[in-house]
């Protein structure tokens, strides 16, 4: 299936590992010319090294900090002039730490909503009106399974990231008639980094081993398994592309059954 991404620009948070680096890979492999944006210079290199040399796509990284808006500009600035425009924006950010409500202080809260949702907001900013002029866009927000299922310890996650889905669903209605579609995945268990830090302070906290920790994550989902990165890729490159001109405005999740509710 062509997916007509060939020549489109994307850029892609948080892509030096994990979900935001089998996206870019992805988008790479569908032809695209993507940018990668991630905290550590060296992890990012290579991953942008590697997705380049596999797909033969323009890929290009910009080492930043998307929880501070001066950096969030540079690199809305870098790859306009890089690509001279922005056809697919990915938001994604590296998880909150986990914790109950009373491990938290307001300096916890405010750098989660800074990294997960002013970073959002502020990218979404930096690409809208050059959508709207070629009213063509697509805006994709990775969050998680906890915003339509509560994931205990996470509070802040599971707070932060709801508030991304309030503003993809509310903005999807206000671009849908520049040809913009706004959609948010996802992840469940997807065997990444993430998961297996979630795994460590769980297994810290009930005093047992992380290994147990997984398997039971595992017993959680239906298809008794971990997600592949490759599979939430998938349906991220579905959403970027033509043939989803008309979705928009939705969270689906890629958790093999996970969430439970029936919408």
Known sequence: MDLGLRGKTALVAAASRGLGRAVARELAAEGASVMMCARGAETLERARAEIAAATGSDVRAIVADLSDLEQITRVARETMEAFGRVDVLVTNAGGPPAGPFDAHG?????????????????????????????????????????????????????????????????????????????????????????????????????????????????????????????????????LASERASYITGQSIAVDGGWIRSLL
């Open 106 to 238: 307001w300096d916890a809260w405010e750098r989660a909503v800074n990294l997960t949702l002013r970073s959002a907001v502020e990218l979404t900013r930096a690409v809208l009106r050059g959508m709207r002029e070629r009213q063509w866009g697509r805006i994709i927000n990775i969050t998680s399974i906890a915003v339509k299922q509560p994931v205990d310890n996470l509070i802040l996650s599971n707070s932060v990231r709801s508030a991304v889905t309030g503003l993809a669903r509310t903005l999807a209605n206000e671009v849908a008639t520049d040809g913009i579609t706004v959609n948010n995945i996802l992840p469940g268990y997807t065997r990444t980094e993430r998961v297996e830090e979630l795994a460590d302070a769980n297994a810290k906290k009930e005093g047992v081993a992380p290994e147990a920790i997984l398997a039971r994550f595992e017993r959680e989902i239906p298809m008794r398994r971990l997600g592949d990165v490759g599979e939430f890729a998938a349906l991220a490159a579905f």
